[in-house]
């Protein structure tokens, strides 16, 4: 566990966000800036091409004004040296669909995080054509944050402040929840007062496994235990402890429930009330 806890382990140099330059796409584009910024990473904003009658590309999103704004609310004093080094490129990708050129880029360039907008669907709408946020995370198997649409944020898209404080970490006894847990914890450098408390939810028929939990001087550790459907005891906790995300390890493939409704992660995604962080269990 000192090794899996090793603060510059698994860092975020590298943060991509694909936009499709909707509002609810803007909202996923502050927390991408955010993240950048105090991580002095590298940030790709991607386009396809197959621009629509209301795209704004020239003006959305503009780095430098959001960053001037969050300037004057005096949020990035503490940050000015992590700005000048992070690096931004806006891209337009020739290639029409979103997915084909977001994993097109992957290939090509080592991503550690992608900030992804997303409308949870289900049903015959979700079954006909599942959401591309979804398909994107799962098929490059890459550390995803999800910003759903309507759900409470945890970027203050005026002032650029981060208020990461409660993190909901589900415990399923077939994944290895190690992968989140080592995110959930790392997520205290996004802030200026490193403190943070993460709720380890076990929902299960059976005696919840013991998980070693690392001793941290800015971490605090609760232990939940919940009885009935797991997708129902995530999203009912979320609420209950009012978190500010979701962190969850996931193979994307497995707990899978009836088609039309997709895996645990899917569901859990599609009534998430905050953002949520979806981190292979396989890397």
């Known amino acids: ?31 991408a800036l955010a993240l950048a910024i105090r991580r002095a990473a590298r940030f790709t904003l991607l386009h396809a091409l197959g621009r629509r009658e209301t795209d704004n590309w020239p003006g959305f999103p503009s780095v430098r ?19 000048r080094r992070t690096t931004v490129s806006k891209l337009e990708a020739t290639t029409p669909d979103p997915v084909a050129a977001s994993l097109e880029y992957l290939e090509r ?24 946020a979804e398909v994107l995370a799962r098929k490059s198997a890459t550390y995803t944050l999800f910003i759903p649409g309507g759900a409470r944020t945890f970027v203050d898209p005026k002032t650029g402040a981060v208020t990461l404080r409660r993190i909901l970490l589900p415990v399923d006894p077939g994944t290895d929840p190690r992968p989140a847990m080592l995110r959930a914890v790392q997520a205290a450098a996004l802030m200026d007062d490193p403190s943070i408390e993460i709720t380890l939810l076990h929902v299960t028929q059976d005696d919840a496994a013991a998980v070693d939990l690392p001793q941290l001087p800015y971490c605090r550790w609760n232990v939940l235990k919940r009885v009935g459907d797991v997708v129902d005891g995530i999203l009912s906790t979320a609420h209950e402890i ?10 994307w493939h497995e707990g899978r429930r009836p088609r039309g409704k997709g895996g645990i992660t899917e569901q859990v995604l599609q009534g998430a009330p905050c953002p949520l962080a979806v981190v292979p269990a396989n890397r």
């Open 1 to 31: 566990m000192a090794i899996l806890f090793d603060p510059k382990a698994s860092e975020v140099d590298f943060v991509l966000h694909p936009t499709d330059l909707s509002e609810s796409s803007e909202r996923a584009f502050h927390h």
């Open 65 to 83: 004004a959001k960053l001037a704004e969050w300037r004057a609310a005096g949020t990035t004093t503490d940050f000015e040296d992590r700005i």
């Open 109 to 132: 360039n080592k991503v550690d995080l992608i900030v992804l907008a997303t409308e949870g669907r289900s049903g015959l709408s979700r079954l006909v054509r599942p959401p591309r």
């Open 242 to 251: 009012e978190a500010d995300a979701i962190y969850m390890s996931t193979g």
